[in-house]
């Protein structure tokens, strides 16, 4: 068995010239270089999708200023974890040493307290703090730790960038130099790839490692049959990203607690931002459940809001909670199909007038002129309730909402019959 590192390590560029992508910030004279040439290195925040060289960069600037390099992941890191970074940190600075870079990746998935532990050292320029994030910082770090932090976006690697790193690969790598290898055809490698380079070099390797031989010849044909059926079981950023998280939704709708966890499970195994994961039940508790069971959106939004706040890996137990429940929840979609209805009615008919009735007439000429006029407060009949028309005339009478067959919409299809007569009659 070979105890050679993956070639995604390998290839790992050790300064910025052999860095790949990103000109706009390292490329001669950009803004990041000239930094970094100067020694006077802001904290900062690389905000990119996966596999462009987020980490790469933060060691490699670490390295050009000869700093110490601390790095944390915010997927297995805690407040603990910090606290100690930061002491260690506090004693170089105590004994006038090179102050170092701490590194962080996936830094959104840090809570705000987490995030908090962070503040003093970075106020007191303890350490250089280098975060990487695949989300917007605007709505994932707290806004005392983004003022202190100058955010560079990272673009996804180009076609060009991708082959480069290919054809390097085979020139620079000691295990690829022995095989004589022709890439006739690139395009399957950098789909399968999703922009990621470190994922098409280890799809390169694994297809390398799978064929037999001296001499290999790549074609689109070889990659997809050699190598999609190895692909890890999911990608956060690629194709099967959407594809779990609609097995997720679709499992809770169709009520099967046992389909929603394990695909909770595989997004959770797969490094997928937990917050995503709470967005989308959010979404689902009004599109598929709504007002069969309202408290579907509260203890959605209570799990988004403490996932928010705990941070993994204590949050996969509230999310779980949270997907058995709505998956066993009563469903209706009729919130839904009512706002879509109405939104299309909108479309059609266009800016219909508002009924004089329901016009709010501030001034005495609105008075005047009928605004308000005949206007019956509900508070002031009997069961609150007086009959009155609430739409345009063009479309009065119009059913926008349908009442799911459940009980609690059930139990308001009838009371609408009864208060409206044949206006509610389904």
């Known amino acids: 068995m070979s105890t050679l590192p993956p070639l995604a390590e390998r290839m790992r560029p ?73 002491e260690k940190a506090s004693l170089l600075k105590q004994q006038d040493a090179t102050l170092p870079v701490l590194f962080i990746d996936e830094i959104h998935r840090f809570s705000k307290s987490q995030q908090d532990s962070l503040l003093g050292a970075v106020e007191r320029g303890i350490v250089t703090l280098i975060g ?16 202190r932090c100058q955010v560079y976006i990272l673009k996804p690697l180009s076609e060009d960038d991708l082959i480069h790193l290919l054809q390097t690969s085979q020139q620079q ?119 069969a069971n309202p408290n579907a959106l509260l203890l959605a939004q209570s799990c988004f809001n403490a996932v928010n706040v705990i941070g993994m890996p204590e949050s996969q137990l509230i999310l779980s909670q949270t997907a058995i429940y709505l998956a066993t929840s009563a469903k209706s979609n009729s919130a839904t199909t009512a706002i879509g209805a109405a939104i299309a009615m ?7 007038p508002v009924p004089l009735h329901l016009r709010n007439a501030p001034t005495k000429l609105m008075k ?12 002031s009949f009997e069961g609150n309730f007086a009959d009155q028309d609430f739409l345009p005339e063009a479309i009065r009478g119009t059913k926008l909402y349908q009442p799911g067959n459940n009980a609690r919409e059930l139990e308001s299809k009838e009371k609408l019959k009864k208060l409206w007569g044949d206006r509610y009659k389904y």
């Open 14 to 86: 050790k300064n910025l010239d052999e860095y790949v992508g990103q000109k706009h910030l390292v490329g001669p004279g950009a803004v990041l270089r000239k930094a970094i040439e100067s020694g006077s290195l802001p904290s900062m925040i690389f905000w990119g999708p996966p596999g462009v060289g987020k980490t790469t960069l933060a060691y490699i600037i670490s390295q050009s200023l000869d700093r110490p390099f601390f790095s944390l992941s915010a997927i297995n890191s805690g407040v603990k974890d910090v606290r100690e970074v930061i």
């Open 173 to 291: 790598d000691e295990v690829l130099k022995k095989r004589n290898i022709t890439i006739e055809d690139y395009e399957a490698l950098i789909r399968l790839s999703g922009g990621d380079a470190r994922k098409l070099l280890n799809i390169f390797e694994l297809l390398i490692n799978s064929l037999d031989g001296e001499s290999i010849t790549i074609t689109n044909e070889l990659v997809l049959e050699h190598v999609q059926q190895n692909l890890a079981l999911y990608d956060k950023a690629g194709e099967q990203h959407y594809d779990i998280i609609s097995a997720f939704i679709k499992s809770m709708r169709g009520t099967d607690p046992n389909g929603a966890v394990y695909w909770l499970a595989r997004m959770i195994v797969g490094g997928e931002d937990p917050l995503f994961i709470a967005r989308r039940m959010l979404i689902l508790a009004s599109e598929d459940i709504g007002n």
């Open 132 to 147: 990487a994030t695949t989300e917007n910082p605007s709505f994932e770090v707290i806004s005392a730790l983004l003022s």
């Open 346 to 352: 909108v479309r059609e008919t266009g800016d219909l």
């Open 368 to 379: 005047n002129i009928g605004y308000g006029k005949n206007y019956k407060y509900a508070h």
